[in-house]
Every structure is written in C-alpha cells, then in structure tokens.
C-alpha cells in the first residue's frame, strides 16, 4: 500500500535583499529626460543615415552556427536488389521532401530487358526508420532507369523502363501501386528511356503530363486517359539533318542517324525552353513551342516535331546529364564520359568553363536550389563533388567518398524542401542521404551578382 501526504515549504526573503533591490531601480526621470532631449537630434539624424545606407545590400543575418562538415544521416539499400548485383540508376525526392525513392536496374553489361528490378521508397521521417527495409517495394518486370516524384501530389511518381514503356505508380496503393502506362503501341520508345519528367499542362491547370526521352531520339510527352493508359500528347523526334550548326560546329561531320537523347533540363525562366544532351557529346538548345515537322515520324499517331534550335561545342563522349541553372536564366551544366562538367550559356556555342572532375565518366549533375553558386557532380570513381564558385572556378570545395574501389555514382538529387539534404545513388546498390553544412544552403551576399558575371565574362 502506499500513502502519500502534500507539505508546503516556504522561503521568507530576507528584508535587507529586498532593500537593496528597491534602492537599486530608483531612477531619477529628471535626468532621464534631460539627458535624451540632449541627444534626441544626434540619434534621429544617425538613424535615417542608417535607413539610406546600402552598406549592408543583400546580408542576410545567420543566426545559426556555421558547420564546414557533410555528414552522412542515413545509408540506405535493399538486401535482394543487391544479391541481384543492381544498381541505384536514379533517385528522386516527393513533394513534401521527406520520402526518398531510388529505382534499381543495371547500367552497365547484362541482359537487361528480362531481369527484374525494384523500385524502394523510405519514409525519412518515419520514427523507427529501417535504412534496409524500405516503406514500399515495387516490382517492375524491366529495369527501371529513371524516376521523378510529381511536383505536388507526394504519393505520385513516375518511372520509365528499359523496355521503353513510361509508367506511373501511386505509393499510397500499396497492395497494386501502378496506376498508369503507356502500353507497348507504335507510339512507345523503341529504346531505353533515360529521363521522365512531369510537365504543368498549359491548358488544364489542375492536370500535369509526363515527358519522357530515350536514346530512340524521340521526346515524347504523354496525357492521362481512361483505363490507366498514357496517351501521347505531342511528340518530338531529334535528326541529325535537322539539327542547326553554328559557323564553329561546320567542319563536324553529321550522320544521318536519329539522335539519342540521355537527358534534359527544363528552363526555370522559360516553360518552353529545354536543354537535351546527346549520345553524340552535344548540348541543344530545345523549344517546346517548334513547329517544323520532324523528317522521322516512324508511324506515330501524333506528327513529330524538330525542337533544335542551337548545338553546343561537344564533349569528347557522349553527355549523360544538363542541368537549367535555377538562378540564371542562361546558364546550364552538362557532364558526360570525358570526366568533364561544361558551364554553357545559351547565347553562344563555346563553354564559359571547362572543369576535369575525374578521370572516368561523370553520370550526374546539379545545380543546388538555394546556392546560386553551387553545383554538384556524380563521378566514375566513387565520389560525390560539390563545387562552389564563391570559392573556386577550379577545383571542389568538398569530395564526398560514396562508394568504395571506385564503384560509379551515378545519380543525385538535392532536396528541394528540406534543402540541407543530398541523396546519392551508386553501383553497389546503395543510397547515401548526405546532409550538408550551412556553407552550402545560405546564400551569401551579391551571389546572384556573381553568377552574372560569370555569364557576361564570355559573352563580352
């Protein structure tokens, strides 16, 4: 049994504290208000000297504490995918920033086509969180190489297959997730699909379409319909013939071939403009608004258009990543085999700068969100870069090691919401979660100044 009895204790202050407290808030309001007439003049003319000053244009105050580091918070992998000897081909944030979702497949030898693979998303701010137990586990007949979470709806995400084929899947039906695909009709990709992407619908607000590129040279952009099916909206097919070529580019030779897309960047300053990198090394300059028909339509129920505008100088192997700079509406990154990152303008052919990052392929690059001056780089041999032009146009300010024995990365995404995360994706099937110091989320002062210089300087 238990008893319990309340008590109250007390404290009497001693007289003298008290006192002495009294004495000490006495003030004598005469000279008080003697003493601020004095100098009310000199403070009101000193603080509208202050509200004109432009000495502090563009400081933002941080009150929190500066950290030089890049942690690793989560390694994240799924133990069958791994047994099968995948690898992470892509990985993508949802709406809210708080799940991450990576497609398994395989990029490199292998008889692709019939091998199965997984598509994994973990909750990260899931109590209890298991780095090798995902939330959900897809299975997808073909390799999926490429995933994009929908831009609002946070359970939505979209992935195109080996096998040509764009699907969407809808994580909160856990038991059948796949809501939508194309179906394999003339008008499916004939290759591999490298890249989707989710497009806001110009004529239907609260409906968005789906994009996809392969290295069939086709763009193709896909609307829901009944059944589950994606339709296609409106297509567009890259030839050789119909690319332009500067006076710099005239003494290449141009096959006659279809040109193989392996990724594009949207313009966030113009809807219609896109950036496409090529199995040929090249950068092109895209519009979604091109009217010119397509010298190739291989029999598709919508006319193909030509969307090249501008080719840029090439790498020395074919690209495998763009990237539209969010900040500046001129500039882009483009990255590929010659270990290479370009910073190109769309106003002129030649890259502003040319950085050797590695020694082997660079598979993946990206702007930050929030740092204007800051990019990230995905390399052949295992290592993630961040490179910030505040500090060098050289060389990283930081090289993350991802993998082990060179094992490539070779994807990469920064999280749009929760901005001090960076998700890494590599051969030996595992996902990183790199959380970033405040040197690489804060925007310094006049950075958005410094980019257009770095744009102006070549184009002077």
């Given at each position: 049994s238990q008893t319990s009895q309340d008590a109250s204790v007390q404290t009497d202050q001693s007289i003298d504290v008290a006192q002495a407290f009294q004495q000490e808030v006495q003030v004598d309001y005469?000279?008080?208000?003697?003493?601020?007439?004095?100098?009310?003049?000199?403070?009101?003319?000193?603080?509208?000297?202050?509200?004109?000053?432009?000495?502090?244009d563009g400081f933002e105050v941080n009150w929190t504490d500066q950290n030089e580091t890049v942690l690793c918070l989560h390694t994240l992998s799924y133990p069958e995918a791994?047994?099968?000897?995948?690898?992470?081909?892509?990985?993508?944030?949802?709406?809210?920033?708080?799940?991450?979702a990576c497609s398994y497949g395989r990029l490199n030898d292998g008889d692709w086509s019939t091998e199965k693979s997984y598509v994994c998303t973990w909750n990260l701010?899931?109590?209890?969180?298991?780095?090798?137990?995902?939330?959900?586990?897809?299975?997808?007949?073909?390799?999926?190489?490429?995933?994009?979470?929908?831009?609002?709806?946070?359970?939505?995400?979209a992935g195109g297959l080996f096998s040509g084929e764009t699907v969407v899947w809808d994580t909160s039906r856990r038991d059948d997730p796949l809501i939508w695909r194309t179906g394999l009709t003339d008008d499916t990709h004939t290759d591999p699909i490298?890249?989707?992407?989710?497009?806001?619908?110009?004529?239907?607000?609260?409906?968005?379409?789906?994009?996809?590129?392969?290295?069939?040279?086709?763009?193709l952009v896909w609307r829901e319909e009944r059944e589950g099916r994606l339709a296609l909206a409106e297509g567009f097919a890259l030839v050789a013939q119909q690319i332009p070529r500067s006076a710099q580019l005239k003494k290449l030779t141009w096959g006659e071939a279809a040109v193989g897309v392996t990724s594009l960047s949207f313009s966030h300053f113009d809807p219609r403009v896109f950036i496409v990198g090529v199995e040929g090394g090249y950068s092109l300059k895209c519009s979604m608004a091109a009217e010119t028909p397509a010298l190739r339509q291989t029999g598709s129920s919508v006319p193909l258009r030509a969307p090249a505008e501008l080719a840029f100088s090439p790498h020395a192997g074919p690209v495998y990543s763009v990237s539209c700079s969010p900040f500046h509406r001129n500039l882009f990154l483009s990255c590929g085999t010659d270990g290479q990152v370009h910073l190109n303008s769309m106003l002129q052919t030649h890259p502003l700068l040319s950085l050797q990052l590695s020694k082997k392929y660079l598979f993946c690059v990206r702007w930050s969100p929030v740092r204007p001056l800051v990019f990230a780089a995905a390399s052949g041999e295992g290592d993630v870069h961040l490179f910030d032009f505040a500090k060098s146009s050289q060389k990283p300010a930081v090289s993350i090691k991802q993998a082990a024995a060179e094992c490539p990365v070779y994807c990469l995404e920064f999280n749009i919401k929760q901005t001090q995360l960076l998700a890494a994706g590599d051969a030996t099937g595992t996902v990183r979660v790199w959380q970033l110091s405040s040197d690489f989320t804060e925007q310094g002062p006049r950075e958005v100044t410094h980019l257009e210089q770095l744009a102006s300087e070549a184009t002077d």
């Open positions: 005469t000279s008080l208000l003697l003493f601020l007439q004095r100098v009310e003049d000199v403070v009101i003319k000193e603080l509208n000297k202050n509200w004109t000053s432009r000495a502090f791994q047994d099968q000897h995948l690898q992470v081909t892509s990985v993508s944030w949802n709406a809210t920033g708080s799940v991450l701010d899931r109590r209890g969180l298991d780095p090798q137990r995902p939330d959900l586990v897809v299975d997808v007949p073909s390799s999926v190489l490429c995933l994009a979470f929908h831009p609002s709806q946070p359970s939505l995400i490298y890249q989707v992407d989710w497009l806001p619908d110009a004529k239907h607000s609260n409906h968005v379409r789906l994009l996809s590129v392969s290295t069939d040279g086709k763009v």
